[in-house]
């Protein structure tokens, strides 16, 4: 969208530049710790994320290895239960969250023209608690009596009444892992309001820089909530409240109702920083500019408005009266008008353009194909009477893993390996990449389609055991399981080669069709760029 | 000068956060009172109704079923004297339910009523009910705990039958005035 055609400094006078504050970066573990450049901090949550993504998937081999057959033969339900529960949470708010906040880090102010975050030393803050979350939640795992098992939605009274007295640590984790992501989203807020370069106007922003500003809002808006959830779990469970206690006139369903007040919004606040890199990538690889800019920015905020009226679609069988019922249906079925216009202007934006397809591309095509199919899945859960055959089913796991996996997931790959060459400064090992991305794309749909078939057959999620009828399928499931599983080991070995600085180097532009203000500094991106802020005409 | 302008936006950043975590707490009463207007979980009234004054309604019928169940943990024997009625809108009726405390100790216990469909709720009204109180019961001891009630005439034509489930809980823990009480909400402390 916007060019800057006139930066005050030259490449090479910012590459001297570089090299005399060089001498400043700290060496060594303090360097990372005492962090407060953008660079940096989102280069620790990138790899944290990753971490976290390979440690919660770990824990899906454990998942997928007792569900290889049927009957109990590998693991206990209880750690079972565990393994669902604090996979779940792990890759919600360790894995995805946290990529996308390392994204935002590293994008936001080299797009908007600024030199760093507006709030750095809260930044260095916020990446830095993370790692004592979710240290605390996996050591519960360790305790006596085992971690969290009552899923990641954490319903009452499973929670209240039937947990262990691990819970507390749950509480304590989720709300480190809250207090973090609203600090950045405070950060991104700020920077994105106050730190734009001159003549950076609203609807000259790239998309990533719109569709994070948005998401920051609603993390704002729902954190908070949640954090409020799960005081009202640790005061239920031991200082003798009743909130979720029918008994002390408190409500169950009432838990339900407060959760998804978060939890809706947070299932957006995991794809809009995804709708925003496919509205990169695709045009810089078909060389057009992207369709309806302005009608993506609007259907994004309406997206993210709408969020906030459709949580009881999670509730249909609570017994909510049909006039509700009614609402919550037609409120989420809107809801695929904006994102709708998001895939038309996508595959507007590739009509008739000069497509290539390196790999940036293919992650992003996959994104928008294996998106699409987890949102019409979406679409057949919003209808209410369809929804009571498909709640608590293999075909609801089918559908918010298309849409976390092979969307949020996949637009994650999809952004490293479009800006990784910009941050390292050389170019990824492309036969490994390739290799990653088909096994990846195979696998995972062997993983995931056949769910879609155990679901509607009837087979229920969260149970270690289920009838011999799913048998064959969930083998099937089982390999193309650990098939994915082992396809991010050769994304790892990419990221390594790549932080090792091993391939060709890049030019500035790195990609011939990109275009923004990242793309005009100089590969690798200079320890502090846009010091003077560039015109953007 | 820049920071001065973050400062304010980091401000107001900061107080939208405490306000949507004190939201989240409002969302307790909000969803009380809401449910209280509407009728839709199920909640009865929770003190004495008036006794109807207007004419009963005697062209039209409607059942009442009632249904029990004691919660988790919770040994006493619980069961409605009459598990079917059907009424007027507008007559006054009595039903009767036994219950028994087998254990070895004096216990006390609270009941809480839920209706179906949830609609038919705001049109049940208590004159009165053994739910009101928490019920004490001495070791082996039993007794009939009444409840009267009427259809309010009001009730939508197309509701002709709903069942009124009351689960029973131990609240022995302590005496009425400091049973486990939410702090955001008053229902048992009118009581």
């Not at chain 1, 001498?23 to 953008?38: D, E, F, Q, Y």
């Not at chain 1, 007792?66 to 669902?84: K, R, S, Y």
């Not at chain 1, 009596?145 to 262990?164: D, N, R």
């Not at chain 1, 509480?171 to 809250?178: D, E, L, Q, Y």
Request: charged share 10%; glycine share 8%; net charge negative.
């Amino acid at each position: 969208m916007s060019k800057a055609t006139d930066i005050v400094s030259p490449d090479h006078a910012a590459a001297d530049h570089d090299d005399h504050h060089d001498h400043h970066i700290p060496k060594g573990l303090m360097r990372w710790v005492l962090t407060t450049n953008h660079k940096d901090i989102g280069t620790l949550y990138l790899w944290f994320a990753f971490i976290m993504f390979l440690t919660g998937g770990a824990m899906a081999m454990v998942i997928r290895a007792e569900l290889f057959q049927p009957g109990l033969q590998i693991v206990d339900p209880n750690f079972f239960n565990q393994m669902t529960t604090v996979h779940g949470l792990i890759m919600v708010f360790g894995a995805v969250m946290p990529a996308f906040t390392g994204l935002a880090n590293w994008l936001v102010p080299m797009m908007i023209g600024a030199p760093d975050m507006a709030l750095p030393r809260m930044n260095n803050w916020s990446f830095w608690i993370l790692p004592f979350a979710f240290s605390i939640l996996l050591a519960s795992l360790f305790l006596e009596g085992g971690g969290p098992a009552f899923g990641w939605t954490f319903y009452a009274p499973l929670s209240t009444t039937y947990s262990g007295d691990s819970t507390a640590l749950f509480v304590f984790s989720v709300h480190i892992m809250g207090i973090s992501s609203i600090m950045g989203a405070i950060n991104v807020i700020v920077t994105i309001f106050n730190m734009r370069a001159p003549g950076m106007t609203w609807m000259k922003m790239p998309l990533f820089v719109w569709t994070w500003l948005i998401t920051a809002f609603l993390l704002i808006a729902v954190m908070p909530v949640l954090a409020g959830a799960v005081t009202m779990v640790l005061t239920d469970k031991f200082f003798g409240t009743s909130f979720f206690d029918a008994a002390g006139g408190g409500d169950p369903v009432m838990f339900q109702h407060i959760f998804w007040f978060f939890g809706h919004p947070e299932v957006y606040i995991m794809i809009l920083p995804a709708f925003g890199i496919i509205s990169q990538i695709v045009p810089t690889f078909a060389r057009k500019p992207l369709f309806g800019y302005a009608s993506m920015v609007y259907a994004t905020a309406s997206i993210a408005l709408l969020s906030f009226i459709v949580w009881a679609h999670h509730m249909f069988t609570t017994g909510m009266p049909v006039a509700a019922e009614m609402f919550f249906m037609f409120a989420t079925m809107l809801i695929s008008v904006p994102t709708g216009v998001k895939v038309f202007n996508w595959v507007a934006t590739m009509w008739r353009g000069s497509m290539t397809f390196e790999i940036p591309m293919m992650f992003a095509l996959a994104f928008i194909v294996l998106f699409t199919i987890g949102g019409l899945s979406g679409l057949m859960l919003a209808i209410t009477p369809v929804d009571f055959q498909y709640h608590d089913t293999y075909f609801v796991v089918a559908h918010f893993h298309y849409v976390l996996v092979t969307g949020a997931v996949f637009s994650i790959m999809a952004a490293v390996y479009y800006w990784l060459p910009k941050w390292t400064g050389r170019m990824f090992d492309i036969t490994l990449a390739k290799w990653h991305f088909w096994c990846s794309l195979i696998s995972v749909n062997l993983l995931f389609f056949p769910m879609h078939f155990v679901g509607l057959a009837g087979m229920p999620r969260r149970i270690p055991d289920y009838a011999l009828q799913f048998a064959d399928f969930n083998k099937w499931i089982s390999i193309g399981g650990f098939a994915f599983g082992l396809s991010q080991l050769i994304f790892l070995w990419v990221m390594i080669k790549a932080c090792r600085k091993q391939g060709e180097p890049v030019s500035s532009q790195v990609w011939e069709g990109a275009e923004g203000l990242e793309w005009e500094i100089p590969s690798p991106a200079p320890y502090h760029s846009f010091e003077t802020p560039p015109v953007v005409k | 000068m820049a920071t001065t302008s973050h400062t304010a936006l980091v401000g107001k950043l900061v107080l939208v956060v405490v306000a949507m975590f004190g939201f989240g707490f409002a969302l307790v009463p909000l969803y009380d009172v809401f449910c209280d207007i509407t009728g839709i979980n199920g909640k009865t009234n929770e003190t004495a109704a008036t006794v109807y004054a207007g004419e009963v309604e005697e062209s039209r019928t409607v059942t009442v079923e009632f249904i029990t169940r004691t919660h988790t943990g919770m040994p006493w024997e619980f069961r409605a004297q009459t598990h079917r009625v059907k009424v007027h809108p507008g007559e006054l009726n009595t039903v009767e339910f036994y219950v028994r405390n087998p254990a070895s100790k004096g216990m006390v216990a609270q009941a809480i009523p839920s209706v179906t469909p949830g609609q038919a709720a705001l049109f049940l009204n208590k004159t009165e009910c053994f739910c009101f109180n928490s019920q004490p019961l001495n070791a082996g001891a039993e007794a009939l705990m009444p409840m009267r009630f009427y259809v309010d005439p009001q009730i939508p034509d197309d509701i002709h039958f709903f069942t009124v489930q009351y689960t029973l809980f131990d609240v022995t823990g302590g005496n009425d005035g400091d049973k486990k009480t939410n702090p955001f909400l008053t229902s048992f402390v009118e009581n």
